[in-house]
């Protein structure tokens, strides 16, 4: 009996198992097979209009850590600034942080995780 044979009776299925097709199903969409769940994630989210604020603010409070590329919003100078207006009241008052990167990037960190935004002079 291989590998496969037994994924497929783990699974409940006595046929033959397409490893293939199952990786490409929607269910393994969530799962990291090489590592273990982690207790944070940092997410890559492109914000492209106000409706982005409420699923960033939910990756935020499962603790991820968003990596905010606005490059589409710098178009439209007035949504932008709402959205990182939002964005920054909801980061301060959950003790996050919000730093931008680049003129297209910016960083949001969840509770208890402060970005460091200068360099600490040499002497």
Known sequence: MGVFDKLGQA???????????????AEMDEVDILHEPADMYIKPVTAVSEDDVEPIEEELSKRNIILLDISE???????????????????????????????SRVLLTPTKIKIIKRKKQER
């Open 11 to 25: 699974f409940g299925s006595s046929k033959n198992l397409n490893i293939e097709e199952y990786m490409n199903s």
């Open 73 to 103: 919003l710098n178009k439209r100078p007035t949504t932008r600034n709402n959205i990182i207006s939002k964005l920054k009241t909801f980061v301060e008052k959950n003790n996050g942080d919000i730093g931008q990167i680049d003129e």
